[in-house]
Antibody, heavy 115, light 108 residues
Framework: QVQLQESGPGLVKPSETLSLTCTVS????????WNWIRQPPGKGLEWIGY???????NYNPSLKSRVTISMDTSKNQFSLKLNSVTAADTAVYYC?????????WGQGTLVAVSS | QSALTQPRSVSGSPGQSLTISCTGT?????????VSWYQQHPGKGPKLLIY???KRPSGVPDRFSGSKSGNTASLTISGLQAEDEADYYC????????FGGGTEVTVL
């Protein structure tokens, strides 16, 4: 069974960098596509970007200047870095598998941006 | 890429059919057959219901069906059940991906 688990700080200060890691079990990240998606409290879903099995990336144009997604195949993990955060980046952050058919999701982790 | 347009809320009685629209442009919904739909219950993560416009993952009831015409995709729920009360999101390939704003479904 494929499982994804997000981890990282639940509180980040404004202007700093949000860093999250997704640990995948039950499937190698050297196949498929691996996404980060977020959901501000009470609002809808926003696709942040993905990293492919080969390490290529694709980002939401509205976040592209601040986002980096990377992978560590030795640990079967992929990570998100979002820099220069503001309160508008407060959200539940999900990692998920798939390209157009995002079938496995982590439980989500709430990250608040506040001083 | 702008968010796809969905109605904010729709409602129906048990047993009825209900359709949720998802309107985009020729650069997303209309340009690719890569539309997916997700169901999200309060406090839970999203669940994939439909992908590639019409395909259902194993385990998803055939009460859920998808279609597309031009720049608008649709999700139809037939035989509405109380457990279908949730938020529903469409998503389309658009170079990357873009979601709709979400539709709250209420079962009366």
């Amino acid at each position: 069974q494929v499982q994804l688990q997000e981890s990282g700080p639940g509180l980040v200060k404004p202007s700093e960098t949000l860093s999250l890691t997704c640990t995948v079990s039950g499937h190698s990240i050297t196949s498929y596509y691996w996404n980060w998606i977020r959901q501000p409290p009470g609002k809808g879903l926003e696709w942040i970007g993905y990293i492919s099995y080969s390490g290529s990336t694709n980002y939401n144009p509205s976040l592209k200047s601040r986002v980096t997604i990377s992978m560590d195949t030795s640990k079967n993990q992929f990570s998100l870095k979002l820099n220069s955060v503001t309160a508008a980046d407060t959200a539940v952050y999900y990692c998920a598998r798939g390209w157009g058919n995002t079938d496995y999701w982590g439980q989500g982790t709430l990250v608040a941006v506040s001083s | 890429q702008s968010a796809l347009t969905q109605p904010r809320s729709v409602s129906g009685s048990p047993g009825q059919s209900l359709t949720i629209s998802c309107t985009g442009t020729g650069s997303d919904v209309g340009g690719y057959n890569f539309v997916s739909w997700y169901q999200q219950h309060p406090g839970k993560g999203p669940k994939l219901l439909i992908y590639d416009v019409t395909k259902r993952p194993s385990g998803v009831p055939d009460r859920f069906s998808g279609s597309k015409s031009g720049n608008t995709a649709s999700l139809t729920i037939s035989g509405l059940q109380a457990e279908d009360e949730a938020d529903y999101y469409c998503c389309s390939h658009a170079g990357g991906f873009v979601f709709g704003g979400g539709t709250e479904v209420t079962v009366l």
